[in-house]
């Protein structure tokens, strides 16, 4: 289940709003054992409705899961002077292929 500040975020862009501060545009709240919900809404746009922000479950989903899928790939990378190291040592091409690899086995959506 996608979070509500990403569908928050992806209703907002939507709308025009590309930017949004949780700490001061959009306030979430949560009591204990309850669902985030939506303390104070300060953007120049109207609060969406629960199904509008719902409307944005699978689009906020995939975000997440490729944002996952970005930071795997980045620790899988290694440093630019790690990179760069390995295709003096090693050839661009073998770079190439590693890289290659790490991007099969970390597919985005």
Known sequence: ??????????????????????????ILEQSAGEDVIIKEWNLSIAQPTTEQIESYETAGNIVETNNTVIATRKTAYGSWDKQLEEIYDNGIDSWKARILQIKTDNPKN
């Open 1 to 26: 289940m996608a979070q509500l500040n990403k569908k928050i975020e992806l209703y907002a862009k939507a709308n025009g709003v590309n930017s949004i501060d949780f700490l001061t545009d959009v």
